[in-house]
């Protein structure tokens, strides 16, 4: 793919940072576009966003380090170079859901309301992240066993260039397209969030089906990620993002029951 945008001088521009950046302000501008639908503080919501990236960002490079410690061991700086991809993105799901709880107590802000509008700001981010995956060569798939590296199929991604992440034994081999099979399915997240947003009975239910949706969606394309920042909890069946997986989608569960029930009572239909 192209994980150098362009350079000038000695100035290098990684298309997976710009991929990142334009993930962050379309984020930014829906979050915008809702709040003031909703009448909530359009800048205090914007100022969320800021803060909830930042601690995003720190969770993922942090899960992202913890999951290749041995590697990071022998080249410490490189755990600074973010902009050469390596974030994940279930850290970035913990980092920026802490912000967020903090932030919105501190101000008092609705939280559950303020929660819909964030997670679903989130996907349409991922969608471009995932673009920025596929440029750089993280997050890649496995190679594909019964594929004609002389003629792939259409839909398989090949890497040749040197600077790709890739590791050098899998390039130039046709690889699943699990990085732009993510943006995908983050991109219809969205969209389906976004249209479920004004049918949805309580606040809360939209970070509850992202929750859920998100989880099986990523679990299964754990089985075709050939890159080993995933790590395994059982080597060889169940990598780190299933394992976690298996709680957010238990955690989704819960919070949909919890607030409808909720919800129910507070109407008066309980």
């Known amino acids: ?3 150098v945008l362009f350079k000038i001088g000695p100035i290098v521009i990684h298309t997976y940072g710009v991929m990142v950046a334009l993930g962050f302000i379309m984020g930014m501008w829906y979050s915008a576009r809702e709040a003031e639908r909703l009448g909530l503080d359009v800048n205090k919501i914007l100022d969320l966003a ?3 990236l930042i601690g995003g960002l720190i969770g993922a490079r942090l899960l992202f380090i913890i999951t290749l410690w041995k590697d990071f061991m022998h080249y410490p700086l490189e755990m600074l170079k973010v902009w050469k991809g390596g974030l994940v993105w279930y850290g970035g799901v913990i980092g920026g859901g802490l912000t967020a709880y903090y932030y919105i107590k501190k101000h008092n802000l609705p939280f559950w309301p303020v929660i819909d509008i964030i997670s679903t ?4 981010g991922l ?8 440029s750089a060569g993280c997050c890649h798939g496995k190679v594909i066993p019964w594929a004609d590296p002389k003629n792939p199929p259409w839909w398989a991604l090949v890497f040749t260039d040197d600077r790709s992440l890739v590791p050098l034994s899998m390039r130039g081999k046709p690889l699943y397209p699990t990085q732009p099979l993510s943006s995908l399915c983050a991109f219809c997240l969205f969209s389906f969030l976004l249209v479920w947003r004004r049918y949805k009975k309580f606040d809360g239910e939209l970070f509850s089906l992202a929750l859920i949706i998100y989880s099986v969606y990523r679990f299964l394309i754990e089985f075709l990620r050939g890159d080993k920042i995933r790590g395994f909890v059982i080597p060889g069946v169940l990598s780190t993002s299933q394992f976690i997986g298996i709680f957010t989608f238990l955690a989704g569960i819960y919070f949909y029951w919890y607030l409808w029930n909720k919800n129910k009572k507070e109407s008066g239909n309980g």
């Open 121 to 124: 700001a989130a996907f349409i």
């Open 50 to 52: 800021f803060w909830v």
């Open 1 to 3: 793919m192209h994980p």
């Open 127 to 134: 969608a471009f992240g995932r673009l920025g995956c596929t």
